[in-house]
């Protein structure tokens, strides 16, 4: 027996240990088990589970509080509240998007039966290129979606120009965007609309879930109506859905909204050392502006070409690290869209971009392994 188990040691020591070498692209924050429970104790004793119970309606008062803005609707998750968006502002027509982002931005416009408009993005930048969206506008076109691609904010200030010359709305996708400001104002404060994310693979997340904020009132009262099926009792307003989230949902952001803050600090340390690191090897990476409180949420890297990142990609893999092609393929050659426009720098951008493994928990030697991989890779030791 003794034998046994230490044969058994042995063999299942060191598959153990493989499985803690494999580094993925990121890794879910989870609060003390402890806290948690406290808030689900609290939920056995108010026997309220859902439907805009006490810890959601704390949950989003300490979010509005947290990020300085007027309105917030606790979503269900990201896209329903991109479609609520849509279909709160009533709009029908051509909406002009941008084709680097998540899938999601895309087909929250179909599902609301309007028209993705394609307008590239900007060279050395990955948002939408505002110089661009004037020739895109026609007779049907009603609003701007575009996405603050890894947290960097859009120019939200001439797309406002824009809209307001040709009477658009506009609808951020600002999923990667929780806690980043310009100066004091917090980049969920623009647009008519904008919308986040709190999946569990978001810096802050509520396991599944999401936000619409918006600065009016009469807006925010038709969201909140609209996510829990568009009635009040008997009384039926409005074609509704049902987007609500849990309390359950709640209690986990209540939990992580404690250490955000914290979080977010240990990334920027981190970011710093990221860089550092990889002074000199021939990729890009992020550009944040001047007079932009960012949140570190992702580390993408463009590299020289698609050979050098699929070599990057795959020796980092064997090594068994696993970077994320975030994003590809450019949405505009998704293979449901139709009359297919081309989009050359966001193709571009998309066939060479890599999202390096970014996340507090990563170790030093962690991060060793990925830095080392990628100078092999780019034959630059
Ligand atoms: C994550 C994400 C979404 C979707 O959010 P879910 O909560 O997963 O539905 C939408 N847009 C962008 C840019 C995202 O990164």
Known sequence: MLILNNILKF??????QLMALKIQVTKTTLPSKKEYFQYIDQIWKNGWLTNNGPLSLKLELELKSFLGVPYLQFISNGTIA???AINSLKLDG???????????????????????VFCDIKKGSFNIDADLIESKITSKTCAILATHVYGIPCDVKKIEQIAKKH?????????????????????????????????ATKIFHTIEGGAVITQNKELDKLIGLGKTFGHVGDDHKLLGINGKNSEFHA?????????????????????????????????????????????????????????EM????????K?????????YPSLNRLPYIKNKVSCPISEDISEKVLCLPFYPSLSIEQMERIFNCLKRALNYV
Request: hydrophobic fraction near 40%; glycine fraction near 4%.
């Open 94 to 116: 051509e909406i002009i998007t941008t084709p680097y982002s998540y899938v999601a931005t895309t087909s929250a416009i179909l599902w609301e039966n309007c028209k993705p």
């Open 319 to 327: 090594n068994e690290i696993y970077p994320r092609r975030y994003f």
């Open 167 to 199: 009477n658009l709305k506009v609808i951020y996708d600002a999923a990667h965007a929780f806690g980043v400001k310009i100066g004091d104002k917090s980049i969920f404060n623009y647009g008519d609309i904008s919308i986040t994310s709190f999946h």
């Open 82 to 84: 991109l479609q609520l």
């Open 11 to 16: 063999y299942i020591a060191p598959q153990l």
């Open 310 to 317: 699929i070599a990057a990609k795959d020796l980092m893999e």
């Open 251 to 307: 209690a986990m952001g209540l939990c992580n909204l404690k250490t955000i803050q914290d979080q977010i600090e240990a990334r920027q340390e981190m970011y710093n050392f990221f860089c550092n690191s990889l002074v000199g090897l021939p990729i890009k990476t992020l550009f944040i502006p001047t007079g932009v409180t960012h949140n570190y949420a992702y580390f993408p890297i463009v590299f020289k070409n698609n050979e």
